[in-house]
């Protein structure tokens, strides 16, 4: 993992430096995340280091490629066991965009999936725990949390609790989310979108089922993902009929 983590910083502090050496002789845009955060950062009195400007760049990567990619795939592989879910899901993309491109101003249509990736997120949280460092003494209730100390959120636990989602905790139930949750964060808003978008155009395209193969076995490593990757199975919508009477 360090010299992973070490290839990482090499790698970042190169396209950082490479980037920021650019828009100085205004020789690249600053029209992406990157170009933006350097952007202001030549602007402020009090400048960002490398370093901060570099995790950052970890944070726009893991807040936005890696956890949609990891949502995207459980959603994947529980719409492939819940068959009857992938089937309304799939009906409500194809009737409010039937063959088109989806669009942004219609994605917020789609009710039964958002029901399902909020669902998918209770039960496999891309973050499964989320860590914080106390830099002051801090009052929390009746505890009192010394300077230093690192506290530890089991996103996992929580989302898996039977006294706050009731005896079917452990159940896929998208039907919890009928009437959709209280609050997100724009990222969260993003990240949604991407996978709306995704997702949408799979089920206008291709019906899908878990092959043989894959072997249930989720794994942390900074996200939550399936250990052995997940092996399915895509069939082509207009073909399923087929497939089905020659079986």
């Known amino acids: 993992m360090k010299s992973i983590e070490k290839e990482l910083q090499a790698l970042l502090m190169d396209i950082v430096g490479r980037r920021e050496k650019a828009m100085r002789a205004a020789e690249a845009a600053s029209d992406d995340r990157l170009g933006l955060l350097l952007e202001s950062n030549m602007r402020e009195n009090v400048r960002m280091s490398l370093h901060d400007v570099i995790e950052e760049c970890k944070i726009f990567y893991f ?3 890696e956890t949609t990619s990891v949502l995207l795939v459980w959603t994947m592989v529980l719409l492939s066991v819940h068959s009857h879910w992938q089937a309304r899901a799939r009906e ?3 009737q409010i965009f039937g063959s088109r491109k989806p669009d942004f101003d219609r994605l917020s249509h789609l009710k039964i999936v958002t029901m399902i990736l909020n ?3 209770r039960l496999y949280p891309p973050v499964p725990m989320l860590s914080r460092t106390v830099h002051e003494e801090t009052k929390l209730g009746k505890l009192t949390i010394p300077l230093g100390v690192q506290l530890l959120m089991p996103i996992l636990l929580f989302h898996h609790d039977k006294e706050l989602w009731a005896e079917d ?3 896929f139930k998208p ?4 009437e959709g949750v209280s609050k ?5 808003n993003f990240a949604m979108i991407e996978v709306k978008m995704t997702l949408a155009m799979i089920l206008q395209r291709f019906t899908f089922k878990l092959s043989p193969s894959y072997a249930h076995a989720p794994l942390i490593v900074i996200t939550l993902k399936p250990e052995y990757g997940a092996q399915v199975i895509l069939h082509k919508a207009n073909e399923e009929v087929t497939d089905q009477g020659s079986t």
């Open 92 to 94: 409500e993309v194809l």
């Open 169 to 171: 905790a452990e159940e």
């Open 184 to 188: 997100a964060t724009k990222n969260q």
């Open 63 to 65: 807040a936005g490629q």
């Open 119 to 121: 669902e998918v997120l």
């Open 175 to 178: 039907e919890r989310f009928t």
